[in-house]
């Protein structure tokens, strides 16, 4: 049963990916994704030495957690490597895996990586103008390949939630590398089945 809201407006400035009015504004920083980066060494590397960057934020409309609604918001990733690893989001698993996702590109390069749990595996390349859509059963996670900030819109039902801790666990089957200059999707050597 749906929860009964007003009608509203937001604002998105397409020059700056700012968002008006937002709910809640999520800052992610390395050391909340210490497990979700492939080179540990670099990690602790970085966080020893007192350096702790943002490596993505996000600005969200949420609305009640029931079905039929959508949530949605901003993304921005910052430009950046951890080793060769460009900067990532977490990605994850819908809880209720049967859930769909768009994505939109405002803004800098990106690749999206996908997996099932039945074992298939795909990416696909964003920038500005690029509506990605996410099935129903994907995990989802984005990447900064460029050397600007890579910003997007995503829009996902609000009783949806997350589930960050099969890929906590396991990881993405791929990784995106930086390699002479260029990204590259590699296979993950540390990924294990399920
Ligand atoms: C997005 C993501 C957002 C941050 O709103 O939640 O880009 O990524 P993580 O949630 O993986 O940290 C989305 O896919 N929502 O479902
Ligand atoms: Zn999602």
Redesign the pocket.
Known sequence: MSEILEPYLAMLNFKTGILKPFKKKVE?RLSDLKDFFSDQEAVNKILSKSKNPII?E?Y?NSQPEVEGHLNF?I?IINPGKIGKEYYL????Y?AKEGTA?VYVGLSGKGIMLLQKKDGQVTHLFMKKGVIAYVPPFWA???INIGKNKFCFL?I?FSD?G?D?EIIKQKGFAKLVIEERGRPKIIDNPKFTKY
Do not use: D, M
């Open positions: 992610v993505y996000y969200e918001g993304t989001t977490r990605g994850h819908h996702e989802h996670r984005t995503y996902y949806a997350h960050y």
